[in-house]
C-alpha cells in the first residue's frame, strides 16, 4: 500500500467501471448470504456469513458510496431471491450492519492509503458495527421484530437464553451475545479483507493509484 494525498477525488470517484465492480461485489455478497451458519451463543435466527466481505472490500477500493451501493445490492438481491422470514427486518438490520461497517472503513481508509491504516480502518469499521448494531437492535430491529411475528420479548429472550446462561433480558441479550458476535463476525471479514485487498486490487486490474 502506498501513501497519498487524495482522499477527495478518491471519495468522489464513482464511474461506470465502477458501478460494475460494486455491484458485482454486491451480488456475490447476496451468495454469501446463503452460505451462513449458526453460532453457538446467539438466538437461532443470529446466523454467521461472510457477506460484508465484498462489501468492504468494494468500498476500500471505490469509497464509501460504492460500498453502500454494493450493501444494497446484496440485502436486496438476497430479498428478491430468497424472500424473507422476518417480515423484511432482518433486512433492514443486516443492510443497516453493513452501512456501519463499510462506510467508516472506508472513509478512515481514504484519509491515508497505508498498509498500516487499512488495518486500522478495518478495526475501526469493527469496532463502529459491532457497537452500532447492538444500539440498533436494542432500539429498533429486535422490538420490531417481535411485534411484527407476534412475539412476546420474553420468548425472544428465551431463545437467547436456551444457548447463553448469561442472558436474561433484552440488554445482556446485546452485551452477552450480540456484541461478541458482532466483533467476531466482523472482525474475521476484517482479517479476510486486509489479506485480499491487494491481491484483488491486482486481478481486477483495478485502476487508480495504488495501495
Not at 478495518?122 to 420490531?144: D, E, H, K, M, Y
Amino acid at each position: 500500500m502506498k501513501d497519498d494525498n487524495m482522499p477527495l477525488a478518491y471519495c468522489r470517484r464513482f464511474s461506470l467501471h465502477s458501478l460494475v465492480l460494486t455491484g458485482m461485489l454486491g451480488a456475490i455478497g447476496a451468495l454469501l448470504m446463503v452460505l451462513e451458519f449458526p453460532a453457538p451463543f446467539v438466538p437461532p435466527f443470529v446466523k454467521f456469513d461472510l457477506s460484508e466481505l465484498p462489501v468492504v472490500l468494494g468500498g476500500c477500493m471505490v469509497g464509501p458510496g460504492a460500498g453502500a451501493f454494493a450493501a444494497a445490492v446484496k440485502v436486496t438481491l438476497n430479498f428478491l431471491f430468497n424472500g424473507t422470514t422476518t417480515m423484511g427486518v432482518g433486512e433492514l438490520a443486516n443492510l443497516w450492519g453493513s452501512l456501519c461497517y463499510v462506510v467508516p472503513a472506508a472513509l478512515f481508509y481514504g484519509r491515508r492509503r497505508t498498509k498500516r491504516a487499512a488495518a486500522q480502518a478495518l478495526l475501526w469499521g469493527t469496532l463502529c458495527a459491532s457497537s452500532l448494531i447492538v444500539l440498533g437492535n436494542f432500539f429498533v430491529f429486535f422490538p420490531a421484530y417481535a411485534r411484527l411475528l407476534g412475539l412476546k420479548m420474553e420468548t425472544v429472550i428465551g431463545m437467547g437464553h436456551a444457548v447463553n446462561a448469561a442472558v436474561t433480558d433484552l440488554y445482556t441479550l446485546m452485551v452477552y451475545a450480540l456484541l461478541p458476535f458482532n466483533l467476531f463476525k466482523y472482525g474475521v471479514t476484517s482479517l479476510l479483507a486486509f489479506v485480499m485487498y491487494k491481491r484483488l486490487r491486482r486481478f481486477l486490474r483495478f485502476s487508480g493509484e495504488e495501495r
